[in-house]
């Protein structure tokens, strides 16, 4: 696997608990709660593989790849977390370990309407 590029890394992800959510003491979140934040690569869909996700209503669909975080790792992270990019909220869709090396990880994250 490739070492990620600093300059790679140009968009801004907050990670956040939406309102209305309980935290883990089990109280309710009255506003969003920043659980951390990484800079990002965007990986845009291209040829087969944007028609692919066209054809399964996956177009809002963005994925990213930021440097392993092992708060954001399954089992660790809280379940209702969403992603800011640009300022658009998204549901997060997967987080992977890429090829479990803890060096990157990539997020699926989809636009909420």
Known sequence: ??????????????????????????????KPVEYTKAWAKLKTLKGSTFYAAASNNMEHNREFTIRYQKKLADG???????VVWKGITHSIESIENDDGLNISMTVVAKAVD
């Open 1 to 30: 696997m490739k070492p990620i590029k600093p300059g790679d890394l140009k968009q801004r992800l907050i990670f956040q608990q939406p309102a209305g959510s309980t935290d883990d003491d089990g109280f309710v979140i009255n």
């Open 76 to 82: 660790v992270r809280p379940t209702n977390l969403e």
